[in-house]
């Protein structure tokens, strides 16, 4: 599979990435180690964490550094 690119698409092997995270995450939510909220929270906090940091790539590289 691909590596997880950054960028304006998502490849192929980054979704598969993405969408193995969030069934572990709720498995947790099912064994009763975490609440629903805190997966909720949790998939909110990384969907902008993600934007930050490609931002700052994207940054980054029209800088040249």
Request: aromatic content about 6%; proline content about 2%.
């Amino acid at each position: 599979d691909s590596p997880i690119t950054v960028g304006k698409e998502i490849s192929l092997g980054s979704a598969r990435i993405i969408e193995a995270a969030k069934e572990c995450g709720m498995g947790r939510v099912l064994a009763g180690f975490h609440y629903l909220s805190d997966y909720t929270s949790g998939n909110l906090l990384a969907d902008k964490m993600f934007l930050v940091m490609t931002e700052m790539i994207m940054e980054t590289k029209s800088k040249g550094e």
